[in-house]
């Protein structure tokens, strides 16, 4: 059975949330103290809606923020029986979300896409072993085994730790594996981790980053320095 965790602030709500009326198990998730007129609009489309506090140490990007809600969600589906989820932003607009999830059926843990090493060397940061490049899979849309994702989100980040949030939940999803953090493209593939670039463009399926004003898939889709 899949569910959706709409995550993040509520600002493009309207945007987004109607495209979701006819998809079952679609919760949001987003934290306390987001506009009353939103959390209003939401709660007459009927979808459930959890405001979790904002973590005191918000971490590098917002990453805790980003964990902690994407989590909050991911346990609360768990518990009513889902077994695949989609984790995504409350600012991305799926052109069909049907289909969509419909591709993504089966996955264990997929991203639309990974960058390869040597990309940039202007951040090196250390998590197990040092990178000198983003070498990360990009993370707005998450989707997998209900588990796989909620053990990506399961973490909150210490003070100072400047690594970013897209290496970090991969990070965490191999510790809490107990496998090698590697981000090697061949090695996430051997350990079951896939990615949805394709399927995308096989389905004409956009993703419309409404904050940014642009499609992730169109626009990744060519910079060859992704791997998919």
């Given amino acids: 059975m899949q569910g959706v965790v709409i995550q993040g602030p509520t600002d493009y709500c309207r945007d987004i949330l109607p495209d979701y009326k006819d998809i079952d198990n679609v919760i949001v998730s987003t934290w306390e103290g987001e506009p009353e007129e939103n959390i209003d609009f939401i709660i007459s489309l009927d979808i459930p809606i959890i405001q979790s506090p904002k973590p005191t140490i918000p971490g590098h990007l917002n990453v805790n923020m980003q964990a902690m809600s994407s989590y909050a969600g991911v346990d609360i589906l768990k518990t009513l029986g889902v077994t695949e989820v989609l984790k995504i932003r409350n600012d991305i607009k799926v052109s069909n979300i049907t289909k969509f999830l419909e591709v993504l059926k089966g996955d264990k843990l997929s991203f639309l896409a ?37 053990k990506a989100f399961n973490f909150q980040v210490p003070p100072g730790l400047a690594a970013p949030p897209e290496a970090i939940i991969m990070y965490n999803w191999c510790i809490e594996n107990n496998i090698e953090f590697n981000l090697n493209y061949e090695y996430l593939l051997n350990q079951g981790v896939s990615f949805f670039m394709d399927k995308c463009l096989e389905n004409n399926i956009q993703l419309d980053w409404v904050k940014r004003g642009f499609d992730i898939v169109e626009t990744h889709k060519n910079k060859t320095y992704y791997n998919y």
């Fill in 114 to 150: 990974l960058a390869k090493e040597g990309v940039r060397t202007d951040l090196a940061y250390s998590l197990g072993y040092m990178h000198y490049s983003h070498d990360y899979p990009v993370d707005l849309i998450v989707y997998g085994d209900v588990d796989e994702v909620g």
